[in-house]
Antibody
Framework: QVQLVESGGGVVQPGGSLRLSCAAS????????MHWVRQAPGKGLEWVTFTRYDGSTKYYVDSVKGRFTISRDNSKNTLYLQMNTLRAEDTAVYYC??????????WGQGTVVTVSS | QTVVTQEPSFSVSPGGTVTLTCGLSSGSVSTSYYPSWYQQTPGQAPRTLIYTTTTRSSGVPDRFSGSILGNKAALTITGAQADDECDYYC??????????FGGGTKLTVL
């Protein structure tokens, strides 16, 4: 079955960096676009970034442009999110999500990122 | 900046039917926005219910259906059950590689 497993979350100081990973299995990873979606504590969901199946095109929400970078290694069936210059408002659960027809299909269980001094 | 709107809360009786909506602060929702719907129980990852307006995700019962009603996207739940009580989110694809979530609707079944 399709499975997405995130890792790499943790506690980081403001201005710090963190790299999230998402291991995919159960489907042909290299055929699908992938997203990261986040949810701040007690808040709603927010789309963060998307990469096409081949990594050729990437999109970001305005609040993370220039700080976050999405990438993928199709040979390893893994999606990444490099997060730099982290702010308190980046504190959230980060979900890795498989794309389907301009929407979100299968979700990982999420990894928690806390930005705090 | 366009905001995606949802009812903050809604209640339905067990066995009843409820329709949640997803609109725009400016303009009408059409199929061109590829509306989709997600269900989330507290502490859990979201679950995909509907995408491309009307397509049910794998394993989703046909009690859940999507449509366009007037100028909004809609999620209708028929035969509401106790475990339908949770948060529901819609998403619209705004074009140019941007997806926007609505604020979510907290559904109570009582």
């Amino acid at each position: 079955q399709v499975q997405l497993v995130e890792s790499g979350g943790g506690v980081v100081q403001p201005g710090g960096s963190l790299r999230l990973s998402c291991a995919a299995s159960g489907f042909t990873f290299s055929n699908y676009g992938m997203h990261w979606v986040r949810q701040a504590p007690g808040k709603g969901l927010e789309w963060v970034t998307f990469t096409r199946y081949d990594g050729s095109t990437k999109y970001y929400v305005d609040s993370v442009k220039g700080r976050f970078t999405i990438s993928r290694d199709n040979s390893k069936n893994t999606l990444y999110l490099q997060m730099n210059t982290l702010r308190a408002e980046d504190t959230a659960v980060y979900y890795c999500v498989k794309d389907v027809a301009w929407a979100f299909d299968v979700w990982g269980q999420g990894t928690v990122v806390t930005v705090s001094s | 900046q366009t905001v995606v709107t949802q009812e903050p809360s809604f209640s339905v009786s067990p066995g009843g039917t409820v329709t949640l909506t997803c609109g725009l602060s400016s303009g009408s929702v059409s199929t061109s926005y590829y509306p989709s719907w997600y269900q989330q129980t507290p502490g859990q990852a979201p679950r995909t219910l509907i995408y491309t307006t009307t397509t049910r995700s794998s394993g989703v019962p046909d009690r859940f259906s999507g449509s366009i009603l007037g100028n909004k996207a809609a999620l209708t739940i028929t035969g509401a059950q106790a475990d339908d009580e949770c948060d529901y989110y819609c998403v619209l694809y705004m074009g140019r590689g941007t997806w926007v979530f609505g604020g979510g609707t907290k559904l109570t079944v009582l």
